[in-house]
């Protein structure tokens, strides 16, 4: 059963969650306290659940925001390269950037939001701007419009990949991106059907291995102009 609660401010939305064990790392508590969820979610920022952000999307729950980071945290260090398809407001981006600044502020790290709405790719800058324009100065955090399903293949290989929207199959072409010994969180399933966050590991010698880490309820990704 899915945890619902809502904050009275930022700090005291991860507190709860901290405090219900939904994020189980200091590290992660500290990325998400000082990303501040107002500049992301104009509607009831510290509400743990989707909400609107314009354009017919939504900005995922925050727990579903730190399962990522838990998930994904020890693949995020300084010097990594990290991609995060459909970033729609920019949030998660802003989180992992934050998360491996704090171990370390390494010029080579790169965190890459590809997001397909060209309205939320200028939106997210926007919000990225307000919070602190340094992420974006640093050159460190990169926002790009494009098909996040082809992934970004500039940037690759990736330490760490996540998606925040559903892939109907397990989506090759991020996989291929992927790294040795990187990790990969995506939901896959079929639209309105049963449908489960998938985590792949790349070892060392580039062998792929599958976990299914719970079931979840996202939106497909899309092609665009879809009719
Ligand atoms: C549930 S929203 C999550 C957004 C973001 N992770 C957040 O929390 O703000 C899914 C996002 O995926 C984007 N998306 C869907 N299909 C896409 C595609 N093929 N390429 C890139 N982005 C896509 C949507 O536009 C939307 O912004």
């Known amino acids: ?3 619902r609660s809502v904050g009275s401010d930022n700090a005291d939305l991860i507190r ?3 405090e219900f064990g939904i994020i189980a790392s200091e590290s992660v508590a500290q990325a998400m306290i000082k990303t501040d969820r107002k500049y992301y979610s104009p509607r009831n920022p510290y509400m743990d659940a989707p909400q609107s952000i314009g354009y017919g999307v939504t900005i995922s729950a925050p727990h579903m925001h730190a399962f990522a980071l838990e998930y994904l945290r020890d693949h995020l260090s300084p010097g990594a390269r990290i991609l995060d398809v459909g970033s729609g407001s920019g ?3 802003a989180c992992f950037l934050r998360y491996i600044d704090e171990k370390g502020d390494d010029p080579n790290t790169r965190v890459v939001g590809i997001e397909h709405q060209p309205e939320l790719v200028q939106q997210s800058v926007k919000n990225l701007n307000t919070d602190d324009p340094k992420m974006l100065d640093s050159g460190k955090l990169i926002i790009v419009e ?14 760490a990949i996540h998606v925040g929207a559903a892939a109907a199959v397990t989506p090759i072409p991020l996989l291929e ?3 040795n010994g990187g990790r990969l969180i995506v939901p896959v399933g079929p639209e309105g059907g049963d449908q489960y966050m998938t985590q792949y590991d790349k070892d060392s010698e580039g ?6 880490l719970m079931g979840v309820m996202y939106v497909p990704l899309t092609d665009l102009h879809r009719s």
Not at 207 to 212: A, C, G, L, N, S
Request: charged share 35%; proline share 6%; net charge positive.
């Open 91 to 93: 949030y998660l981006t």
């Open 1 to 3: 059963m899915a945890w």
């Open 146 to 159: 494009g098909d996040g399903r082809k992934g970004m293949p500039e940037h690759a290989p990736y330490d």
């Open 207 to 212: 062998k792929i291995k599958e976990t299914r």
């Open 16 to 18: 709860k969650m901290r």
């Open 177 to 179: 991106q992927l790294a």
